[in-house]
């Protein structure tokens, strides 16, 4: 693993518990990267890791490791996961894939050339309410889909202490590559491929280098219209990740402040129903870190060859066709016109 | 009065309401006009016109009138108010005000040029959580406003009988000017000024010759940025009129819904407060047909001198600017590029 | 009409709105009465009453009187009350009915006798979602009942003014016949007659006679048990009248803040459905004042004989009925037992 | 461990998930105990136990063990509890401590004077939002307590398959000491001890020789009076363990189905707080499973001597005096009055 903030920590927890849940292969937490050693031997030896290391070429050289989970920043995406999967490691790696498409290309033509299983983070596929989710509309319950609309709210942005996620080197983007990655991600996830978008981007706090916020109108390659939008300057909201599909005979709404609810609309109105999966009984709700450990034990499967990683999992493909939305709004903003949407 | 529809019910019934609530001006229901006379009489009888009339222009040309209301179609909207304000009579129109922003630029030179007050019905401004809210955003307490998204969703579309409402002659549009026309006049008493909006509108239902839906992205003069929304095919949705406003240091959300919150975002969440004027205690709400005879209270007062109807009532001068962004909407949907709002 | 404030503004306002809305009988308001002159005739004046008396046996001696209206305080309720009805009057008198259950017996006796249409307050039951409720539980769709309870909680007892609603010989009780009444009646209404009941009653504030909260467990005839309570000091809540019903097939929820809302639930979890009567378009509320116009409209419909008060209006049978259990209640607080509820 | 069913699952991924969490002692897991030879292995084998033996004697003579966990059904409660106590065992026993205040009390004053650490698995003492709210009251911030109120209801009991938990041997009472005794510990937790209750207990399933239901009102020592009902028959409610408290200056709100939000009542309503924790950014939220894992965190840091296990932990007292309460509930409901709760 490359990583011991935040992401590490959610990372280590949901790699241990798959032990407890019949994992398709057994983990072991082998090695942990990062330059500060102070941190990392901390972290190291908090999350159970064997070993840690200053540099990630030493783990992608290193025989024991199986998979690659990259939790660094985005710009240190690209290069450390590129290399572990030409070393024939599988790779998690962290979104946004890259800091743009071009990048998340590049990631996704060394993963496919070196045959590796490649995973996306894109954690809230794993929800239990999305998968329930995904799997109405699949069934053609809901009829024909004609809106979809997400919005990834948070606040933390007006006072924040200085972070690589506001520098453009380090980051790509901000609300957009951040939160609005895993909206395009559901989004893609739930209803099909995005055909277009028209984007409103903008920085409001001075002095930040990249946005803070942005909004944008989509078309869909199956018909439907909807509206996409990400903040970081929204007073009251913590993490507000809402969506709502909107279909011929019924309707889906989804917020992940309260992630066990699925909202099941019909004709008369919305019935909330709890979606929390199999491990309790009815009522007893998952959290987001458990996300990350349904996340992995589809992941080991995948490895395992129990089954393929998509569609419920997100492949570097999915990283990269998420970039081309994101890579579109950016341009839409600049040219002030709706930007087709077209990959490689 | 023009209409003796839903509208009519609706009209008729505040104006004798506001009797009992010291009006300005005491209301008399001189004459109600419509082509059918069956269904003209029905309505006069019971809501207490004193007579029916076929014809408008006898209404305009009746000494006894001091007040015309316009709750006919659409395209109903124009001439008879024009030639109302011609003959000296203050004018209350439904909205949206007319069939595009030509039409309502028409009606308002011809209602400025006869002097007489002139209101376009955006009866949502007389929400009492409405008129807290444009107060809380005056007062400066939420900061510099950086969000406003609103979204209209109604789902009687799917299966609706044959109206006007789908006739473009009849309508000029579909959700945007029935719906949308709302959301905007609420952004813009709220927050202000629209400069941009990129759109896409959409007719879903096979047939129809006006839109079922529309989104958007839109640029505020203040600055903010924002989504907007309206769809009579959401299912589950049955008059989800719902806005949400950001700011630095305070947010507000709203569903006509639940007409009697208003959501008070600070630092650490949303609190519900019951906003509901003062008639009753506290917790004792009002319904959706008090805001109409909190609309015309608020006329009355206007036309008897005891205050300007703007800023809290909309004139026609709202009425017009309300539709250039209407229109700037179905040009951007054409264009496919974002489309400045301009007024004459 | 006998009474001024808050309750003469009340149905004042709703017997007018009757006259749109085809009512059996045709209103006119042809007295209001009350002791302070200037109180009087500033609402006599606003409300459109055609003439003021000090003294309501005035009234009851008018033979324009029709129907008698007692809004006055409890302590007022007994005497003109009965006055009317042995004058012939038709009576709706408020809620709760007498002061106790003996004062209420000889209310109901003395009306029976009369033979005049009789009506006790609970205007709560002309809510379209209570009385959608109670087509639900007759439809027999929630199978058998096992529970209900209710909730009344508002909080302004902390620091309010001086009121005939804290003098023991004015009100007879506080919390409990002020909102404990309407949960009661909604219970009978709903589940049916309460067998038994056992209460803890209190009075917290120093100094106040009567009491500020109950709390109560029931046992109804059906088989049902459930618990009631009442707060004038539940800070955080305005007007928080909540109560739920569990079938073995289905449940409904209700809470009065959000009157237009019944929730249904079933096996999944509860759907929000909008009940709120055919006056408007789905989705568009009414609001509290408009239980006072259905309540009208139905006491109008029983006085010309086109239906029963009952079961829908509540006679004073069921005010007296209430009255019982309000008595049980007391009883049970004293004697720190269950207490029987037992009609003469 | 004794006990590898649901509850099995719950305390063993607990107890591994505290190995990254900086515990005060390290988790190993030694022995898992039960008689189904196949149940146990299979258990034993997923959850990472290091042996499985048939007799939960072995465990309580293994010096290897020191800590006893007691996930058995309730009338396996006491027996090995007490053994493992006397054998110098630390112990965590499930709740309701004993079938009833007798057997909890034996249990009591066996941990008591074997000097060890005693545990009562009340879980929901570690939710971090009822932790805030013990916070909350505890700082006096709410002002003077008035109000308590809870319920905690599920449906599955309408049809549900033979259990133990229907069983009068096995599990003592139904809903009270399953449900009842959670709300009846937060009631304690929150607001102090109960003085008194009166209660209505019912079993309306055919053939059922537990309750599947109660209600019954409290006083505090404090003052405060409130209601509690349970039930296993509520059709449309999951796992609805709701509390409310009321002071003279604020109030809380709670919902186990959204555990992480906290309702802050102030004089205009409530406010929606997310309260989380700390392993987590803001809005990212926690499990049902993690209470657990939060619990054993407490209960490592008592064992090591780093803190008291009370007041936040249960004790063995707090579940005797628990059990005093579904005593006095049970008696009442028998006698039909109130019965003080008295503890010996």
Known sequence: MLGYAFMGDAHSRALAATRQLEPALEVELVSISG???TAREEARSRLGWVEGVADWRLQVGDERVGLFVNG????AHAEPSVAAARAGKHVLCEKPLGRDAAESWAMLQAAEAAGVVHATGFNYRFV???RAARELVASGELGEIVHFRARYLQSWGWDAPPSWRFDKEASGTGAIGDLGAHSIDLARYLVGEIASVSAVVRSFVPG?????AYVATVEFECGAIGTLEASRLATGRINHHAWEINGSRGSLAFDQERMNELLVGGRRGFATTLEHG???PPGHIVGWGDTFTYEYLHLLGAIAGAHELSPHGATFNDGYRC??????IVRSAASRAKEEVSYR
Request: proline share 8%; hydrophobic share 40%.
């Open 323 to 328: 970039a081309e939305v994101c890579d579109a």
């Open 35 to 37: 330059r500060d050693e």
């Open 128 to 130: 239990p309410a999305v």
């Open 278 to 280: 199999d491990w309790w």
């Open 72 to 75: 660094g920043p985005n710009a």
């Open 208 to 212: 930040r280098e990249v946005d803070d």
